[in-house]
């Protein structure tokens, strides 16, 4: 790959070393397409979770947040800077690394919205914000954390980047160079864009399914409701094991896009209740039809992902 | 099995030979616990899908609904009549068979929703209602058609009874009896509770899924959305790809108790909504963090059913 070949990626620090750092740097270090990441700095909100991914190897050394010295040896001369926290701490983040941030390190984040990152990348950073450039890849296991990690995680999967005006073209080269060399499709989108297809794909369906369990839970007959819940259920809020913390960050974060989206979504369910009242059967069997078309269709355009089986947590 | 032992399978009449019927007369011949089901008569909508059963081996003959003398022939003697057929056929199908029915055959059916199929029972056979006992074998499967049918198919699996007052306690156990033939277990519950429930954990997923995918054919950037769809929408739209014409009969039919419960969920969202518009981090991850332990302690207490893989349809 001769993308990969021009840009280093030696130097590579995490914050947030669980299932999305975690499995960039098994990507950078253990695929054979690419020779990098020879220093892996972790820099975690716990110990124990640092501390696990040093135990796995995941990591080669461990930087403290709180420690100024500690951060300024971690971050000097570090080609790549990820952040894979929840997307909340985007700016207290990056007000804490600009301080020891040289001027040739180009940041990247891997949050699942962009709008509000590129609004706490500008107020933290300022006039530096060139160097950093939004990212998103689309990976997820209904697993999380290190122990979670995998070094094929993002082969196959897509990864969008919503490059800023200030970004100069090699920035936003070398971070997809070093997507691509995890097995990743790089995309690029406005953060607009992204987060109105995600919002769409990913944040609705999210809360929808978290709505089901709730509703249930609410109900005066919930234990015989779970009881018999079968297997359309069990897909159906599969998504609903997801983080809270997680959730709420991104409901909040991509709040306008996701009431466009839920507010759609509820004029298409008014539209349903209508024609189940008025017993309009052809009403709904047409709505089914063209829904079961495309989702066949999808699935058929899609196939079978490489971890089919784990990627539920998105 | 003793409780097998005491009724008769010999003679099994089943109305819509698909993957229900098919995997209930295989349980019944090809399961080492039951010595039934010697003869096993099909009637189908269409003469290839009983022609396949044919072949197959999961039927002996094929009897057609447009005989009368060939139904004659089929309904004498047998010990249970089996209707695996779209629920809005149930009554024409009871009138159908009426004339032809023995005293002492039981009648039984597969139908997702239960007080429309009494009702019709009850039109259609008017005093001799006595003979018909409610049924819902809680399996499907995302294939359908008596290739997909397995003779474990309900192993482990729940089938709901919804008794009659005019039901002998015979009757019932008969039903009972076959079903636990099968390796299901045996529930009973009024019509009433059994709609409800399955309006909640069942029809309401389905509505909710077609929709999505409806809203996202609706948008203008449709094909966007449906390329960046990965895992979360995979498994919430699985459901998505069901039979249009089931799950139109399933709603007219259902429309009292799903209705409510399509309200119930919309009070529920609208409160998610007033949240994530306000930003009120707090009560979006407490909503979340209450169904991530109800689906977590609820896919803890169901383990992994012997079909696991393969029961996404209900």
Known sequence: MTDVAAF???????FGVGLIGGSLARALRERSEVDGARTVIGVGRTAAS???????GVIDSIASLDDDASLRTALAGADLVLLAAPVAQTQPLLERIAPFLDAATIVTDAGSTKSDVVAAARAALGG??????????????????VDAALPDLYVGRNVVLCALPENTPAAVEHVAAMWRATGAS???????QHDRVFASVSHLPHVLSFALVEQILNSPDAALKFSFAAGG????????ASSPEMWRDVCVANRV?????????????????????ASDGAALEAVFARSRVARTEWQAQRGTPANAAGDAAK
């Open 128 to 145: 530096r914000v060139g160097q950093f450039v939004p990212g998103h890849p689309i990976a997820g296991r209904e697993s999380s954390g």
């Open 50 to 56: 640092t501390a696990r991914a040093l135990e796995l």
């Open 233 to 240: 259920f069990r897909d159906f809020t599969r998504i609903a």
């Open 186 to 192: 790089v995309h690029e989108m406005t953060p607009e």
């Open 8 to 14: 280093s990626f030696d130097k590579l620090v995490i």
């Open 257 to 277: 896009a996701l009431l466009d989206e839920l507010d759609a979504y509820t004029a298409v369910l008014a539209r349903l209740r209508a024609a189940i009242e």
